[in-house]
T-cell receptor
Framework: GNSVTQMEGPVTLSEEAFLTINCTYTATGYPSLFWYVQYPGEGLQLLLKATKADDKGSNKGFEATYRKETTSFHLEKGSVQVSDSAVYFCALSDPRRGSTLGRLYFGRGTQLTVWP | DVKVTQSSRYLVKRTGEKVFLECVQDMDHENMFWYRQDPGLGLRLIYFSYDVKMKEKGDIPEGYSVSREKKERFSLILESASTNQTSMYLC???????????FGPGTRLLVL
């Protein structure tokens, strides 16, 4: 079946530190991969995505590369800011491309807190 | 900008009450979803709808039902609320031809 495993938090960093949040997946086909972010008191918003192997998604200084050989999509940022404090969710799409029944499978989320 | 709105940010109900959570999107999206979010469990899919009057069970449909009479509106119904349904409920929508889902701000429900 389809599933996503991401590193457990909470993760606590000082401002300007390097961030890595690990994400690995299991899927029967060739899914697209996503990182969503949830700021305090808000819903989820798309941070970045990659649709095929070796693609790199990037946004707001965050990056993640779709690694098919290791079934991974780790999130990285070179220098975090206090405003990056949020919960980060890794997700994959149902590999049935083109299906109107496609759905997302989410990891459990990783809480990131950045201190000044 | 896509806008997904949910009828309430916070809701307090009593055990046994019938509860309606409403979600409206303004981008003509075909697909809509209801999730619940609990600490340590992430997001779990309750129900989704791929078109008007269509619905599919997700991973945890027990104790819930849904209604989609109009394309822009997707309602989640708790027929008889129980304390284990205390949670954050998130609605999402997407175009059928795209994979990105757009989320509402969530409704935090407390069942006493």
């Amino acid at each position: 079946g389809n599933s996503v495993t991401q590193m457990e938090g909470p993760v606590t960093l000082s401002e300007e530190a390097f961030l890595t949040i690990n994400c690995t997946y299991t899927a029967t086909g060739y899914p697209s991969l996503f990182w969503y972010v949830q700021y305090p008191g808000e819903g989820l918003q798309l941070l970045l995505k990659a649709t095929k192997a070796d693609d790199k998604g990037s946004n707001k200084g965050f990056e993640a590369t779709y690694r098919k050989e290791t079934t991974s999509f780790h999130l990285e940022k070179g220098s975090v800011q206090v405003s990056d404090s949020a919960v980060y969710f890794c997700a994959l799409s149902d590999p049935r491309r083109g299906s109107t029944l496609g759905r997302l499978y989410f990891g459990r989320g990783t809480q990131l807190t950045v201190w000044p | 900008d896509v806008k997904v709105t949910q009828s309430s940010r916070y809701l307090v109900k009593r055990t046994g009450e019938k509860v309606f959570l409403e979600c409206v999107q303004d981008m003509d999206h075909e697909n809509m979803f209801w999730y619940r979010q609990d600490p340590g469990l992430g997001l779990r899919l309750i129900y989704f709808s791929y078109d008007v009057k269509m619905k599919e069970k997700g991973d945890i449909p027990e104790g819930y039902s849904v209604s989609r009479e109009k394309k822009e509106r997707f309602s989640l119904i708790l027929e008889s609320a129980s304390t284990n349904q205390t949670s954050m409920y998130l609605c999402a929508s997407r175009l059928a031809a795209q994979e990105t889902q757009y989320f509402g701000p969530g409704t935090r429900l407390l069942v006493l």
